[in-house]
């Protein structure tokens, strides 16, 4: 009788050898299993001997086996008892019990905890056993599979959010005894549904992966980078002295995320906002750690300047605000919330009107009239722009028409509306069905949108030339690529931003950059409005520096059509 292997565990001799951990306390019974499958298949299983559970769970955690045969009467554990015990030891082995007992309740519960098979010692012959092993071993393959697939991101193969919220659970616990803090970073990526809306889902893909890969990239080994879905990364750091470990693991994420991404012919500049929420041992739910940090990725999401910010007091109440704010957005595009003021434009010389600015109004059953800064920001993340905006330009061409078209209609387009590639579509649609003229419509675009993604924005502004609207570049000077943005699109209008007109009258050096505005942009055959005048002190200075067009308080502010329009 030969192939009962009682040394610990040793290196494969074949790599096509099972190793088959044996725990069992009568010698007899091993030395028979090692008859019976040396027989069946001989060189194919090494067998390893245990005759107690604690040498059995000593073992498994040593070397790796393919199998276990577990007898579940043992001198130190019995029953489910020695199951279990041997399961934490090694949770992808199979376990294949031997019992001596023909018991099917037994059987069956031993299956529920864990054991791939329950064979009864009289009744096993080699064949039966050799087919046993390799059943078990399959099953646990796929259960083990079916196990990551369930705790992991398909996509990028980082853990999901549920594997990190456990991770993060057992963080704090071990916390408890060791010092040393740990850090939630939330991470988004800014504007990551432009590139799937404008590259296609295949380029965003390919992008989600490559930022997995960076993420991976940087972390110590223990951290963890999760998908936690969408364009949404949280890592999960440990061992930290502080907040200022924590700031520096997000530096790192910036620093990794800036390197250009290269997605076919075209090359992406990955932006990201990243909310930092530093555990404390009592801190108790992994989850609050989770939103606490989502709460400080919108803050400095919201912010600019610093793409991180650590959380802090007053975050929560912010975070369940705005997404009130989604909701109830959603509800307000049913139900005709919306409405749509205009703000005329007056000629400098003329005195005249001769346009209006079209500014979308929420009336808001419980809170009142809102203005667009209370809920475009919701409206761009959600994606709900591209609904609120069609509304918007649908409203505004039915006025223009029933104005009889002698008003330059102005219609603002967020960032996101003008990177979507239907928009152009969309507009001549709207013309269409409202029967507006083309050349009474006029779109305005913010500096800081035109400069996000200039080629994908110039192929947008076109075509809306072509369609016969004019443009015009809206908050000028707010941006640092200003003059370029004035060379490079094919705008018509230039719109000063009212933080210069602010100052006009007391600061030389504001009246000294709107002159330099106003004559830069004559001299490109561009006409100018200057916003926010609310003084006629504002309207003088304008009109000695030549500006063409004057929008502001001190003219009128936006009211409802049916209202006079003028001031
Ligand atoms: P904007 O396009 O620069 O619009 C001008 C804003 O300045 C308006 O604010 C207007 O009420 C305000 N304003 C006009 N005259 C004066 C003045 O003399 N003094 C001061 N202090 N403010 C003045 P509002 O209506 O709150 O809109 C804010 C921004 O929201 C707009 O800035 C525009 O960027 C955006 N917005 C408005 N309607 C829409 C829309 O339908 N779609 C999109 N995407 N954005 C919109
Ligand atoms: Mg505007
Ligand atoms: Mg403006």
Not at 151 to 158: K, P
Not at 420 to 429: G, K, M, N, Q, S
Request: net charge negative; aromatic share 4%; hydrophobic share 45%.
């Amino acid at each position: 009788m030969t192939g009962l292997d009682l040394r610990p565990g040793t290196p494969q001799a074949h790599p096509s050898t099972l190793r088959v951990l044996v725990v069992e306390d009568n010698p007899g019974d091993a030395a028979l299993v090692a008859t019976m499958l040396a027989e069946v298949a001989p060189g194919v299983h090494e067998l390893h001997h245990a005759r107690r559970a604690s040498e059995g769970v000593e073992r498994l955690l040593g070397a790796g086996f393919d199998c276990v045969l577990l007898d579940l009467s043992l001198p130190d554990a019995h029953g489910t008892e020695a199951l279990g015990l041997l399961r934490t030891a090694a949770l992808d082995v199979p376990i294949v019990v031997l019992s001596g007992r023909r018991d099917e309740a037994v059987a069956i519960g031993a299956v529920q905890e864990g054991a791939q098979d329950y064979l009864i010692k009289g009744e096993v012959d080699g064949r039966l056993l050799v087919r046993s092993i390799a059943y078990a071993m399959e099953r646990k393959r796929a259960e083990v599979e079916l196990a990551h697939q369930a705790l992991h991101d398909a996509l990028t193969g980082l853990p999901n959010r549920v594997l990190l919220l456990d991770r993060l659970a057992q963080a704090l616990t071990r916390m408890e005894r060791r010092k040393g803090r740990l850090a939630v970073l939330f991470c988004d990526l800014d504007r990551f549904k432009v590139v799937n809306d404008s590259l296609g889902h295949a380029a965003g893909d390919e992008l989600l992966v490559t930022v997995a890969d960076r993420l991976e990239g940087i972390l110590r080994a223990g951290d963890t980078a999760a998908r936690f879905g969408g364009d949404e990364f949280v890592v999960l750091c440990e061992e930290l002295d502080g907040e200022r470990d924590a700031v520096r693991v997000a530096e790192r994420i910036v620093a990794a995320l800036a390197q250009p991404v290269r997605l076919g012919d075209d090359v992406i500049h990955v932006h990201v906002s990243i909310g930092i929420s530093v555990g404390e041992a009592a801190h108790a739910r992994p989850e609050q750690l989770v939103s606490d940090a989502d709460a400080a990725m919108y803050r400095a999401k919201g912010r600019g300047g610093s793409p991180f910010e650590v959380f802090g007091a007053g975050m929560r109440e912010r975070a369940s605000e705005r997404l009130a704010i989604e909701t109830a957005l959603h509800q307000a595009l049913g139900r005709d919330e919306l409405r749509l003021h205009f703000q005329p434009q007056v000629g400098m010389t003329t005195g005249e009107v001769n346009g209006v600015e079209a500014l979308v109004r929420w009336q808001h059953p419980k809170r009142g009239l809102l203005l667009p800064g209370a809920f475009i920001d919701a409206a761009e993340e959600t994606g709900l722009i591209h609904r609120l905006g069609t509304w918007v330009l649908e409203q505004a061409c039915r006025q223009s028409v029933a104005w009889g078209g002698r008003l330059l209609m102005s219609v603002n387009l967020s960032a996101r509306q003008v990177l979507h590639p239907d928009l152009p579509e969309t507009v001549a649609r709207v013309l269409r069905e409202t029967g507006c003229d083309p050349s009474t419509l006029c779109f305005e675009v913010t500096e800081t949108a035109v400069m996000d993604d200039v080629d994908g924005i110039t192929v947008v502004l076109e075509d809306l030339k072509r369609l016969g609207a004019t443009l015009a570049i809206d908050d000028f000077g707010t941006g640092y690529s200003s003059l370029r943005a004035l060379q490079q699109f094919p705008f018509d209008v230039v719109k000063i931003d009212r933080s210069f007109v602010g100052g006009i009258a007391s600061s030389e050096q504001e009246a000294a950059i709107v002159a330099a505005v106003i004559s830069l942009s004559h001299a490109l055959g561009l006409r100018t409005v200057a916003e926010g005048i609310e003084t006629v002190e504002h309207l003088d200075c304008l009109r000695t520096l030549g500006c063409d067009t004057g929008q502001g308080f001190y003219f009128a502010r936006p009211c409802a059509a049916s209202q006079p329009q003028g001031a």
